[in-house]
């Protein structure tokens, strides 16, 4: 039975980020009927920042844990069980300051984990979540097509391509609703907008 996790990470009930995702778990579930879909909305539960107790106890060994630092890494623990457990990811990105939100940077903090996500071995690093594949479904205010003069200032795409990659993951794709802008200007219709987009979305999810 498939598993599919669905991240979210844009504050606003109206995102374009969240149609997107939408749109892709109803196209799974359509495709996968008896799939799981595990929802973790990282703007409405935001993991807290890394602090003293939690990066001790991240290299504190399992074995010599205190209660207090087991207890730090609790949900951490429990993010990334939902990463081990699930087939496939869809992660709603928007794009706040050219980069993710920092409540995406955060749900990261807690994921990428020694001996969890990722080893160091005789090669170097090596990333322990082997075989999954990831959507990332991003809307932004501007558009940043390769090839155009902005296309520098997207650090979504290459962060998240060398973070994911980085704890194993490499089959991971990217669509974009660029330009909402228009939308918010009232330059376009959002459904027409949205449209050709939602399409990738779709394929991408059947
Ligand atoms: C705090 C904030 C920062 C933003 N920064 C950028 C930016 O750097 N570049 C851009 O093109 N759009 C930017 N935008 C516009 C958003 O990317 C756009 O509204 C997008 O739809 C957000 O995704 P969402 O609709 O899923 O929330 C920003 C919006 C907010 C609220």
Redesign the pocket.
């Known amino acids: 039975m498939a598993t599919l996790l669905h991240l979210d990470s844009?504050?606003?009930e109206?995102?374009?980020?969240?149609e997107l995702t939408r749109e892709f778990v109803k196209t799974w579930k359509a495709k996968h009927t008896d799939g799981t879909v595990i929802v973790r909305d990282l703007a409405a539960h935001p993991a807290k920042p890394l602090d003293a107790q939690s990066i001790g106890a991240i290299y504190t060994p399992a074995a010599g844990r205190t209660p207090e630092q087991k207890a730090a890494l609790a949900f951490s623990d429990e993010l990334i069980g939902e990463l081990k457990k699930a087939d496939e990811y869809v992660i709603?990105v928007?794009?706040?300051?050219?980069s993710i939100p920092s409540v995406l940077k955060l749900w990261i903090d807690q994921v990428v984990r020694s001996g969890e996500t990722f080893s160091y071995g005789e090669g170097g690093a090596q990333g322990l979540l082997q075989g999954k594949k990831a959507t990332v479904l991003i809307?932004?205010?501007?558009v940043y097509e390769a090839g155009t003069p902005a296309a520098g200032f997207n650090h979504i795409e290459p962060y998240l391509r060398t973070i994911l990659g980085f704890i194993g993951l490499t089959d991971v794709k990217f669509v974009t609703a660029g330009g909402?802008?228009q939308i918010?200007t009232g330059a376009v219709d959002r459904e027409a907008f949205l449209k050709p987009t939602l399409e990738q979305v779709r394929s991408q999810a059947a």
């Open positions: 844009s504050p606003l109206s995102s374009i980020s969240r709603g928007a794009m706040h300051n050219f809307a932004s205010g501007g909402v802008a918010m």
